[in-house]
């Protein structure tokens, strides 16, 4: 064992030479601290590219068919209050979603920007205090309640107990509902005076939408749209009548999952009005993505351009209400970083 250990202790891969067999000179430092440097330098860029590798990007034809396209947005609006602004999606295809409601987290804000109140749903719900019953009399403590659609019943049994189902039978009829006051629900549950106390206010709307992959758009306005004979209309014009500040700001806007390297454009982007309202517009040009690190995990997502547009409301000429409209179109190219 003694043996082994003073083998290895003479073991030498770099024997040294007799000192009378070299000579110390200044070249020789000199090269050597050359020589140190550029393996340092060597060594750590090929420690960065180790660790941040290149992203080799290719174009290929989207031949995808059937998809779902996710849309996750954040907008803010520092002159709207949130009791009359809805959401609306529609594509190419004819799915039109009037309202939308699900997924959906309205803030509403006061003068300064601070959350006031956070809510899912439409105003109130129904306050049971002897309302008007569908046939007439009022509710008595042994009764079910069912109230009134005011003429847009689906069927003879149908039932609208609250102002936001009285609304809703009347969009589906493709009706406005023009003096809310005259409904017993909405008169119960002040529905104009709630909409009137938050004058002044704010409102943040925040959420995603599962659209079909197709072109289409999504658009925030002031009140609740409603669909007659091919045309688009909407209601609650009697509040402002027509005097909305559509100012806003894009506080996130994405098409699909984040990814490294990604930017979305309209991220931050604000927009003020000036003394005429109208219809703000972004058209957007979705490009269908696909990321893979350096494990191999993919990640299909979308990168959009854009540019933007501001229509001012001229009366007698303004065919869509006052609003921010966002108009996206797929491209046919996919982008594959691999």
């Known amino acids: 064992m003694v043996g082994v250990m003073n083998r290895l202790r003479n073991l030498d891969a770099y024997p040294k030479i007799n000192e009378d067999f070299y000579r110390r000179t200044l070249s020789g430092g000199v090269i050597t601290l050359a020589s140190s440097i550029v393996m340092l330098i060597l060594f750590f860029s090929e420690l960065q590219l180790y660790i941040h590798p290149v992203t080799e990007t290719q174009l290929r034809v989207d031949t995808s068919r059937g998809e779902k396209l996710r849309i996750n947005f954040d907008v803010t609006f520092p002159a709207l209050q949130c009791s009359i602004i809805s ?11 009037l309202d939308v409601r699900h997924d959906i987290i309205k803030r509403r804000l006061d003068s300064s920007g601070n959350v006031i109140e956070a809510k899912q749903d439409g105003i109130g719900h129904t306050k ?23 003429g847009a019943e689906a069927s003879d049994d149908a039932c609208c107990n609250s102002c936001e189902e009285v609304r809703e039978a009347y969009r589906k009829k493709g009706w406005a509902l023009s003096d ?47 669909h007659q004979s091919g045309f688009q209309f909407h209601d609650m014009l009697l509040f ?23 930017v979305n454009p309209l991220d931050g982007v604000q927009w003020n009005q000036g003394k005429q309202s109208g219809v703000y517009q972004y058209f957007i040009k979705v490009v269908p993505s696909i990321y893979t ?25 303004m065919q869509s209400p006052p609003g921010v409209f966002f108009y996206y179109d797929l491209s046919p190219i996919k982008v594959c970083d691999i």
Request: include cysteine; charge should be negative; hydrophobic fraction near 30%.
């Open 87 to 97: 959401l609306d999606s529609m594509d190419i295809s004819g799915e039109r979603h």
């Open 128 to 150: 049971i205090e002897k309302p008007l019953q569908k046939h007439g009399g009022r509710l008595e403590h042994n009764e079910t309640y069912c109230g009134s659609c005011f």
């Open 180 to 226: 809310p006051e005259s409904i017993d629900q909405c008169k119960r549950e002040g529905f104009v005076q709630k909409v009137k106390d938050e004058e002044g206010e704010g409102c943040n709307v925040h959420g995603f939408l599962e659209v079909n992959k197709v072109a289409g758009n999504f658009h925030f306005i002031p009140g609740q749209s409603f």
């Open 240 to 262: 402002q009548q027509g005097n909305y500040n559509i100012s806003h700001k894009v506080n996130r806007l994405a098409f699909g999952d984040f990814f490294p390297g990604v």
């Open 293 to 317: 690190d350096v494990h191999q995990n993919t990640i299909q997502s979308n990168q959009f351009s854009v540019t933007e547009h501001f229509q001012n409301m001229e009366a007698g000429r």
